[in-house]
């Protein structure tokens, strides 16, 4: 929360989560590849406020921009393969 970072386990197939945090709730979806991991996280209701998006094992990608994500908004990064 503070530091602006969502963590999520890393899936070796395409795959697509539930996610809730004190103040926010969405899905996440991975899709990883040779050229690393898509992920997509979108909230669906409440605002979460987003800098970096990591993958246990795998790593993370900062968001181009960093913001709050509100209801209806996603967030979208790649990244790279470890």
Same mark, same amino acid.
């Given at each position: 929360?503070?530091?602006r970072t969502v963590r999520f386990a890393a899936a070796a197939d395409p795959v697509r989560w539930f996610w809730s945090s004190g103040d926010a709730? *969405?899905?996440?979806?991975?899709? +990883?590849?040779?050229?690393?991991? $898509?992920v997509e996280l979108a909230v669906l209701g409440g605002e979460l406020p987003l800098r970096r998006l990591e993958l246990d094992g795998?790593? *993370?990608a900062d968001l181009e921009? +960093?913001?709050?994500?509100?209801? $209806?908004e996603t967030a979208a990064v790649r990244v790279p393969p470890p």
């Open positions: 929360g503070v530091e709730w *969405g899905t996440v979806r991975q899709a +990883p590849g040779p050229e690393g991991t $898509g795998a790593g *993370g921009r +960093p913001r709050t994500l509100r209801r $209806g």
